[in-house]
């Protein structure tokens, strides 16, 4: 026998062996499934760390000081529960495990299953959780689901009714907003001033059929309410409280004198101002159609002009800024018509290091304006939104009516202009003189006597604020409306409301940075945070500007030729040749004809060509993302498997 022939082992042997092996793997195996479900650690791999929870919450729950109790109410076990609805539970009560762990103790979470008559159903009812019905379940007789949840401190409770899936990106912050409302039960005050009905109005058309019915607020009015005590300022007075921390204006046309006075003397008594202006809006409903442009005069614009200029600012009210980095396409029926107006801001646009703006990427801004100059002595400004080089003034007609137009005209400024911006530092007076007068009382002779008197005895005005004040600019009001900002849908009977953009991210998180809970500012922006192809719009925008140089060149060959035309046929009937031309000009109208045809024949290439190839970027990205990475990943198996192939065979 040979010596290096090894014994070959018995079957009993390797059964044996091979059991051994796959026992103590299966006790591997459990032994790690029971140490990971104890620790329950989890790996966020995203870039933005969109499963972690943000410093923001971090901070909130850090700063409890009284137990906090969350109570989880979820159907697991009804069986009309749908699938999706409990995939989504699962993740909300991992999040609830994140913020219990986070809490140091202060965050209690306590899970209910409410079955129909149960004790569970009647403390979900009690603490305002509604139960929904699934399609006909309702009418049939079936049971109802619950996915929602209440959180309390002492007295104060707050409910979040149905958790919908639809806002799973705002889940954080709806949470870390409840806590810290419960928390700090009471509300700052904050003053909204304006010529637009964000307070909901009555409807006149329903009045006409004699009945009453009043519009809803806008969202971000709802919204604001939630976290303050929100008190509407008539847009015609002529003192503004001493108490009110932050006042909001938003569009005010055509205010007065006093009013401004008594923004001034706000101001410089240390008061915080959020002003909303724009040149022209889409959403003034002064006796016009405003969801139909074609029907409707354009607004005169709303600005603070005395105010700007004493702050060493101006904001021409005469004209938009359009901007072809940051243009929108607006369908119209089968067509997609370019708005350069209309911007559709990116992460580009926002001011990257402030709080506020740092983390919005999407913003919709409809006909705004801009601010220039620079800011008086004393003052510091910081720049919150911005245009790209590639933007331009134009005139409001022409920016409602033909973005085709302003395209094809376009010459960029090359330089960035201020959408937003923020002053802090020393204010001084718009009114050197005092409060202005009353024009109607001046031109009385007969004015009494006691209203001398009492003129006599006002206070006099401040000329400069004594601390350092805040106040914030913004070039449009229209990006506040609903149909700018969110999306309202009705599931199972909820109105849930859903961001279009982060507009209301960026009101809300200005009015929390100047009179709220800071922390809330990060937590909610995250929530809007998205991924735009800037490489995209920044190609297309070059292949425009490339192709309208071309364009423009065409159409004013087409210009001259059909100026020329023109000429020769006043030359004809000048002579009184009105039905016979000569061989010569024949042949010259001819030849520039021919010009013509061919210009306009250049010129629809041009544009088609410009198209095609914007369409193409579009689908090879498209392609690139849908069947890019199940390539890579084929690839990549099929290579590993090669190599380990090759390794056994060598064996």
Do not use: W
């Given at each position: 026998m040979d010596a290096n022939v090894k014994p070959s082992k018995s079957p009993i042997t390797s059964y044996l062996f091979s059991s051994a092996g796959v026992a103590i793997m299966f006790v591997i195996m459990v032994a790690i499934y029971v140490i990971s479900g104890a620790v329950r650690q989890r790996f966020d791999l995203t870039q933005e760390r969109?499963?972690?929870?943000?410093?923001?919450?971090?901070?909130?729950?850090?700063?409890?000081?009284?137990?906090?109790?969350?109570?989880?109410?979820?159907?697991?076990?009804?069986?009309?529960m749908p699938v999706q609805l409990k995939a989504?539970?699962?993740?909300?009560?991992?999040?609830?495990?994140?913020?219990?762990?986070?809490?140091?103790?202060?965050?209690?979470?306590?899970?209910?299953?409410?079955?129909?008559?149960?004790?569970?159903?009647?403390?979900?009812?009690?603490?305002?959780?509604?139960?929904?019905?699934?399609?006909?379940?309702?009418?049939?007789?079936?049971?109802?689901?619950?996915?929602?949840?209440?959180?309390?401190?002492?007295?104060?409770?707050?409910?979040?009714?149905?958790?919908?899936p639809e806002r799973e990106k705002l889940?954080?912050?709806?949470?870390?907003?409840?806590?810290?409302?419960?928390?700090?039960?009471?509300?700052?005050?904050?003053?909204?001033?304006?010529?637009?009905?964000?307070?909901?109005?009555?409807n006149p058309m329903m009045m006409q059929a004699g009945r009453m019915s009043r519009q809803n607020p806008w969202v971000f009015i709802s919204e604001l309410k939630k976290d303050f005590e929100v008190k509407q300022i008539d847009m015609g007075v002529d003192q503004i409280e001493e108490d009110l921390p932050l006042l909001v204006v938003i569009y005010p046309r055509e205010i007065s004198q006093k009013t401004l006075y008594a923004l001034d003397q706000y101001v410089l008594r240390g008061g915080k101002l959020i002003a909303f202006l724009d040149p022209l809006s889409f959403m003034d409903s002064r006796g016009n159609n405003a969801m139909n442009p074609m029907q409707r005069n354009l607004s005169s614009g709303a600005t603070l002009e005395p105010l700007l200029k004493a702050w060493g600012l101006t904001f021409d009210v005469s004209k938009v800024v359009a901007d072809l980095n940051y243009v929108t396409h607006v369908g119209r029926g089968t067509v997609s018509t370019p708005m350069p107006a209309v911007l559709s801001l990116t992460r580009e646009a926002s001011n990257a290091d402030d709080v506020v703006t740092g983390q919005i990427d999407s913003l919709l801004m409809a006909f705004a304006g801009v601010f220039s100059g620079t800011p008086a002595d004393g003052l510091k400004q910081t720049v919150l939104l911005k245009t790209s080089i590639n933007s331009?003034?134009?005139?409001?007609?022409?920016?409602?009516?033909?973005?085709?137009?302003?395209?094809?005209?376009?010459?960029?400024?090359?330089?960035?202009?201020?959408?937003?911006?923020?002053?802090?530092?020393?204010?001084?007076?718009?009114?050197?003189?005092?409060k202005p007068k009353d024009a109607k009382?001046?031109?009385?002779?007969?004015?009494?006597?006691?209203?001398?008197?009492?003129?006599?005895?006002?206070?006099?005005?401040?000329?400069?604020?004594?601390?350092?004040?805040?106040?914030?600019?913004?070039?449009?009001?229209?990006?506040?409306?609903?149909?700018?900002?969110?999306?309202?849908?009705?599931?199972?009977?909820?109105?849930?409301?859903?961001?279009?953009?982060?507009?209301?991210?960026?009101?809300?998180?200005?009015?929390?940075?100047?009179?709220?809970?800071?922390?809330?500012?990060?937590?909610?922006?995250?929530?809007?945070?998205?991924?735009?192809?800037?490489?995209?719009k920044d190609i297309q925008a070059?292949?425009?500007?490339?192709?309208?140089?071309?364009?423009?060149?065409?159409?004013?060959?087409?210009?001259?030729?059909?100026?020329?035309?023109?000429?020769?046929?006043?030359?004809?009937?000048?002579?009184?040749?009105?039905?016979?031309?000569?061989?010569?000009?024949?042949?010259?109208?001819?030849?520039?004809?021919?010009?013509?045809?061919?210009?306009?024949?250049?010129?629809?290439?041009?544009?088609?060509?410009?198209?095609?190839?914007?369409?193409?970027?579009e689908i090879r990205l498209k392609w690139l993302n849908i069947a890019g990475m199940p390539l890579l990943v084929t690839i990549s198996g099929i290579a590993l498997a090669t190599i380990k192939r090759k390794k056994t065979a060598a064996k």
């Open positions: 969109l499963y972690t929870l943000s410093d923001g919450t971090k901070a909130i729950l850090n700063g409890l000081d009284t137990p906090v109790e969350i109570r989880f109410y979820c159907s697991q076990s009804s069986s009309e989504y539970a699962q993740q909300v009560e991992n999040l609830l495990d994140e913020y219990r762990k986070a809490s140091r103790g202060n965050i209690e979470i306590r899970k209910f299953d409410p079955q129909p008559d149960s004790d569970a159903e009647e403390s979900a009812n009690l603490d305002g959780v509604e139960g929904q019905g699934i399609g006909m379940g309702i009418a049939m007789g079936g049971d109802k689901i619950y996915l929602g949840m209440a959180v309390s401190c002492l007295d104060a409770k707050m409910a979040l009714p149905f958790l919908s889940l954080e912050y709806d949470l870390s907003r409840a806590i810290a409302q419960v928390s700090k039960p009471s509300k700052p005050v904050i003053g909204v001033m304006t010529a637009l009905p964000v307070f909901g109005e009555f331009q003034l134009v005139e409001k007609m022409l920016a409602e009516f033909s973005g085709e137009q302003i395209s094809k005209d376009f010459i960029a400024a090359e330089k960035e202009q201020n959408l937003a911006i923020r002053l802090t530092g020393k204010f001084k007076t718009a009114f050197p003189d005092g009382a001046d031109s009385a002779d007969d004015k009494s006597k006691d209203t001398a008197k009492e003129e006599s005895s006002e206070i006099p005005g401040l000329k400069e604020s004594k601390g350092d004040g805040a106040v914030v600019l913004v070039g449009d009001s229209d990006m506040l409306h609903d149909q700018f900002s969110v999306q309202i849908q009705q599931i199972f009977g909820q109105q849930i409301v859903i961001p279009r953009n982060g507009n209301l991210t960026f009101v809300q998180s200005l009015v929390e940075q100047m009179a709220g809970n800071s922390h809330l500012i990060q937590v909610r922006s995250r929530a809007t945070m998205n991924r735009p192809f800037t490489l995209v070059r292949a425009s500007k490339e192709y309208q140089r071309q364009i423009q060149d065409l159409e004013k060959s087409l210009a001259d030729t059909q100026q020329r035309l023109n000429e020769l046929q006043q030359q004809k009937r000048e002579a009184g040749q009105r039905f016979i031309l000569s061989e010569e000009q024949k042949k010259e109208v001819e030849n520039y004809r021919a010009k013509e045809r061919e210009a306009k024949i250049r010129l629809k290439e041009l544009r088609k060509n410009l198209r095609k190839d914007i369409d193409s970027l």
